[in-house]
């Protein structure tokens, strides 16, 4: 299957859906609506297989909106996938927001990606198995940006936070904190289902 055909036949999320991710305080796109079992389907082949043939094609996805982004910035665009804890990291033996970002630059060769800018410090429950207002806690101060994240990223750039699935927004909400705090506004989360 192709991005596009994916496209075709699972409808973007609606507003209602979109709602929760309302209150981040940075522009976040949605691709696609996780309530599709095929977009369910491919994200549990990505987390839990690591299925790069999926990874593939998400990043095409991933790669169109970029494109989009591109017509209203002529900022660069650096991609930070989030991170998952070493020791989830250690247990799967990947990190699928790294795996789709890897690919992204075979579609649109403009992004940069860093995987080490922005680290998971301490192992937390993950937030699928939590209710929406422990979901908003869990991950309280658990990121921290590279001591060099301000020069290797660059202020000029456009940051792009990647992540999976977006439930409540607290994952991207969490790990802005430590980016805005080193003065790195120019941020937009996009998350590949809601």
């Known amino acids: 299957m192709t991005a596009r055909q994916l496209r075709q036949h699972i409808p973007p999320p609606t507003q209602p859906q979109l709602k ?22 491919a994200i549990w082949e990505l987390k839990y297989r690591g299925n790069l043939v999926v990874a593939r094609l998400i990043a095409s996805l991933v790669a169109e909106e970029l494109v989009k982004i591109e017509r209203y ?10 991170p998952n804890s ?9 990190n699928q927001t790294e795996l789709i970002a890897h690919y992204i630059p075979y579609y ?41 994240a301000r020069k290797k990223i660059g202020t ?8 999976d699935v977006a439930t409540t927004g607290a994952t991207f909400a969490e790990a802005l904190r430590p980016l805005l705090e080193l003065g790195l506004t120019d941020i937009c989360c996009i998350a590949i289902a809601h």
């Open 73 to 82: 910035t002529s900022k660069n665009i650096v991609i930070l996938p989030l």
């Open 156 to 163: 000029e750039n456009l940051i792009v936070l990647l992540d």
């Open 108 to 148: 649109y060769s403009k992004a940069r990606v860093f995987t080490d800018v922005l680290k998971k410090i301490r192992d937390t429950p993950a937030q699928a198995t939590l209710k929406n207002r422990a979901r908003l806690t869990n991950l309280t101060n658990c990121f921290r940006v590279h001591i060099d």
């Open 20 to 41: 929760a991710l309302a209150t981040l305080p940075i522009i976040t796109l949605v691709i696609l609506t996780y309530r599709h079992p095929l977009v369910r389907q």
């Open 86 to 94: 070493m020791r989830r990291r250690q247990t799967r033996g990947w």
